[in-house]
């Protein structure tokens, strides 16, 4: 049980590290280049050591390649969000800047965890993931406050992307397992925080909050949309090519 | 019996593949080489999750121990997180003189909030950040106003 919630946050790590590493030669400028891959070797750096550990407790003998590359789509926890597609550079940022605000007081919390390596997992995690904030949110906030194009783009992404947040401070029944173990904070304790940030950098941004959204959930049990298929057919294609190979 | 304290010499002197000017002593990710039999336990702090230079510093340290006759393992230390608050007086230097603006302050990302950065040529603190990433994980780019110099800035974490 402990291992699947482990493996719901690995996924998110991974996907979204998937995600914006599809940016790497093709961001609008070359510190974006920089920027982004940046962002998600951190990502998949936590991944690995959440992967690596959620193996060692479900103690089946699967290793990180094992539980990155070989289980299929029904099969990820990954929450909605990480999955939606880059589209354009507002809505990249802006779902980075979402799932980061939410990371960074979760993994603060999980620094008091009472698994060791997720208590040394989360104390990296937060200092690089409070840099993503930064990143991103200078970012929306000079696109929502900028020229009509690229407050027209904020808001486009606002309005697509908003519905994936709630998803966020949900528990699944495993998440719950790990939150009473104290292995993992409460995820809807993450709501006051998350609030804040947001709040701030969109009234700097210009942008409106959206009301009464309708939240989308299901990647906790396995319910995604069709995007992750395209993820996983790429990014786990060589592995499956070639069973078995390391380097 | 082994050397350890040999041992964490040879580990410390080992240096950073990307930034060759300073050691792993330097870097201050060097936690402690305890006895495990005949075998040095080096443990050692990563420095960013997703850092590939990570891999590379261990493999290193554990090839200098053998050459040096020490049988050794290597144990990555998690926690506490490392912190550019322990690279060392004299790394800091040795990055300066290398072109690196070493880290300043704590290790706090504040939204908008940027300390004063010294260019490493002329020690002007009229510098602009050009790009919050540079060309690895640990450093932005900057540019001085004064000289002009572009430059690397290690990065506070």
Redesign the interface.
Known sequence: MMHEALLEIADDCLVLGHRLSEWCGHAPMLEEDLALPNMALDLIGVARGLYARAGELEDAGRGEDDLAYFRGEREFRNCLLVERPNEDFAQTMLRQLYFAAFMEPFWRAASASSDEVVHGIAGKAAKEVAYHIRHTGEWVIRMGDGTVESAARMARAVDALHRYTGELFESSPAARAAEAAGVLPVREEMRGDWDRVIGMIFTEARLVLPEDTHMHSGGRAGLHGEDLGHILAEMQSVARAHPGAVW | MIDLDRAAEIAGAVPDPEIPVVTVADLGILRDVVADGDIAVVRLS?T?????AVLAIELAVEASLRDAGIPARIER???????TDWITAGGREKLRAYGIAPPVGG??????AAAAVACPRCGSKATDR??????T?CKA?YCCRDCREPFDHF?C?
Do not use: D, N
């Not at chain 2, 960013?48 to 590939?52: I, Q, V």
């Not at chain 2, 290790?107 to 908008?112: C, D, I, M, P, T």
């Open positions: 990563p960013y999750s997703g850092c590939p230390v998690m926690a506490p997180a490392w912190t290790g706090k990302a504040v939204l908008f050009v790009s919050e990433f540079g060309s994980p780019h990065k974490i």
